[in-house]
């Protein structure tokens, strides 16, 4: 179907601007499709339905928005765990930073070495996951990353890492406006945790394709960082094979705007998939998950666990989706999305849906917006707590939910001390 003459013409004067880069044969297909479908889906405006609670224009227009470097005055999330280190500043690998990769049970090469040779297996996985997705809902920002994206990582597990491998994102140029493409391939009876944190850059465009095979399993924990005005667009694609097990945890406080997809398709019998996140907003934050679901095998279970604390105007969305394909019975899909106000100021927006083409499933869904709960409060105040610390433990209590899809209680450990960090800072 054609697009309208408005959206076309915004499109066509957006690619003039697009420069492909140059690799092998291969990946220079790749890319080229890519961009072929960013021309068919047209860039994203607010009439689509998708984006109609996220205005999507400084995500991707150029000049990008420019954001001052955030200088933390605390140790970085992940700090005292042991782990495989490697670096990007705006976007960029810094060898020097980074650990040395070589580690039993993994492979890792930098995408721009995997896109230079005439034979690699990312030419298998390089924008196809992203490709699938278009099928259901429009992706242009994520085609747009295969499309362009130079730098990355591209990870082979064919066993189990004594370590998790760490994903580091440094910004140091309040006007970069970084694009990372990684690649994960889990090989059958493979085990890998994936750590990400930082804010990158003053914009940032991400994809992760995640290939799940037999067996295998992937664990994915991600600390957006405490930039106040950096911008982010995030896309974690992952496809789940028979008996597999993929969970992934996000939590994201401060940011101007941030915009984090999950595209997860079950292909493979009796696989298990948990998506979850925490954000935490204050004043110019907007914060927008879509996730979307496809159970296209038997005996599957899916779990959306999403919890947003706004105050003094931040706005939070979620969007999320599960589909159920004829055939795909005994399906057990879950979502529930959950957002705590804490003043009158701040909204949050919701589209929860189901769609079932199967008879013997179990699926639910559910959304809630509220208040702290005055009587926990008194209850606490009337024991001697301070308001302050009292708020602040009903906060934590409401978050505990999607905390508790972290299956490593180090990293859950340093996600809550992030968290009252976080609220302690508020208070005071």
Known sequence: MALPKAKQDATEAFLAQVTLPEGAAWASAARKAALERLRDMGVPVRRDEYWRFTRPETLFERPAPEAEVFVADEEPVFGAIDRLKLVFVDGVFDAEASDDPAMDGVEITRLSQAAAADIHWARELYGVLEARSHADVPRPLAAL????????????????????????????????????????????????????????????NKCIEVDVAEGASFNHVRAQGRDHERRAVTHMFARLAARSVYKSFTLTANGVLTRNEAIVEFTGDDAVAHVAGAAMGHGAFHHDDTVFVTHAAERCESRQVFKKVLRNGAVGVFQGKILVKSGAQKTDGYQISQALLLDDESEFSAKPELEIYADDVKCSHGSTTGAIDETALFYLRSRGVPRGEAQDLLVLAFLAEAIEEIEDPDIAADILSRLESWLARRRD
């Open 145 to 204: 990353n295969s499309a362009t994206a130079t730098d990355g990582v591209v990870i082979r597990v064919t066993g189990k890492p004594v370590r998790p491998i760490s994903l580091i994102y440094l910004h140091g140029d309040r006007t970069s406006d970084a694009v990372l493409h990684h690649l994960v391939r889990v090989e059958p009876g493979a085990e890998v945790t994936l750590l990400e944190n930082g804010p990158a850059a003053a914009r940032f």
